[in-house]
């Protein structure tokens, strides 16, 4: 089992940037496949990004509304995994969420696919 802490969240104007951290407990931190979702009041959470155990470019994944302008990354060292938010818009408000995914070989995009969870870190983004 691992825990989920995020942080870096707040507030920014539009076009400004934040990075987000999300911290995992536990000594396997490399076995997991590690994803961010955001959700909005009144809708379903979202995928943004995700990155396998290694971390691998080949294997980055990121939803088309942000692809271009976030970064995932990952320090198995460190334990943690990252993502770097630039040219932020206000339709990028929402809570962020850090999942990860000990289970499956392939990277998950859809919410099932990802067995625990973060709190969650609200960004907003001001015009």
């Known amino acids: 089992q691992v825990q989920l802490v995020e942080s870096g969240g707040g507030l920014v104007q539009a076009g400004g940037s934040l990075r987000l951290s999300c911290a995992a407990s536990?000594?396997?931190?490399?076995?997991?496949?590690m994803g961010w979702f955001r959700q909005t009041p009144g809708k379903e959470r979202e995928f943004v990004a995700a990155?396998?155990?290694?971390?691998?470019?080949?294997?980055?994944f990121y939803t088309d509304s942000v692809n271009g302008r976030f970064s995932i990354s990952r320090d198995n060292a460190k334990n943690t995994v990252y993502m770097q938010m630039n040219s932020l818009k206000p339709e990028d408000t929402a809570v962020y969420y850090c999942?990860?995914?000990?289970?499956?070989?392939?990277?998950?995009?859809?919410?099932?696919?990802?067995?625990?969870w973060g709190q969650g870190t609200q960004v907003t983004v001001s015009s």
């Open positions: 999942a990860a995914d000990r289970s499956r070989l392939r990277v998950g995009k859809a919410e099932s696919d990802y067995d625990y």
């Open positions: 990155i396998s155990r290694s971390g691998s470019r080949s294997s980055i």
């Open positions: 536990g000594r396997t931190f490399s076995e997991y496949t």
